[in-house]
């Protein structure tokens, strides 16, 4: 009889805002602490943006022997970065495609190339794991009618070919920048058999006073699974800490971690 292994797992986009006056080498010290003295086996980061900021988590975290990214000029390609209790058998990086005719500020253009999936596979339990980020909605309309929407649906149909390959078990988290009742990200999970660890009733994963006034925060983070069983799932770094520069969200997102049993 095969013997069933326990997980936990957690993500978080680490970047927070503003960017002015954000106590980087605060903020990500107490994030590096806090799930170095946690009992978190794997951690998937997004927006690690220079090897700085990829230093500074690192030696928060020297439980953590293996660091999955794919290096570029200034640091992690597409910002992903996956920490790891225990060994790697296989890494792999996917570039996500840029969008074509996308009618979005010049920023989202810019930033549209840089965009990725990290592939981390564990050598025991032989688990898949899947970090991504895709290019932020900065208007926060999640519609059909969005101007991003159809960048989106490029995004996530290039993850789920992806992910198609790849046997189970997977585990697929981060910052997707679509919202939980959006058709692209329903798509997505009909393609790919992925289920959410929080059966779709995680709240939402964006601290809303970060938000323009008017808009509605909405759950755009995410931990999906394929042929494995969460136990539990929970939100992290929910609440503002102190830090020698004043009391402060750790990031402009909420993480999540859930356990589950391969």
Known sequence: MRTR????IAT????????RRSQLAGR???IGAAFEASDVDIVNVQEVHSYYHLHLLKTAMPSYGEVNYRPSLLGPAGGLVTFVRGSVA????HRLPIGAGLEAPR?????????????TRLDRPGVWLANTHLLANYDGDWSDDSRFTPVHQGQLESLARMIQKLDDPIIMCGDFNVARESSPFEAFCRRTGLVDAFAGHCPPTFHSEYLEAGKTAHCID?????????????QIFTDKVDLPGGPTYLSDHVGLRAIVVT
């Open 12 to 19: 978080l986009n680490t970047r927070g805002t503003p960017v």
């Open 107 to 119: 920023w989202s253009r810019a930033a549209a190339p840089f965009k990725g999936m990290l592939l």
């Open 90 to 93: 296989a890494r792999g990086y």
């Open 28 to 30: 990500y010290g107490a």
């Open 5 to 8: 292994e326990r997980l936990v």
């Open 222 to 234: 995410f931990m999906l699974l394929r042929g494995l069983e969460p136990t539990s799932a929970e």
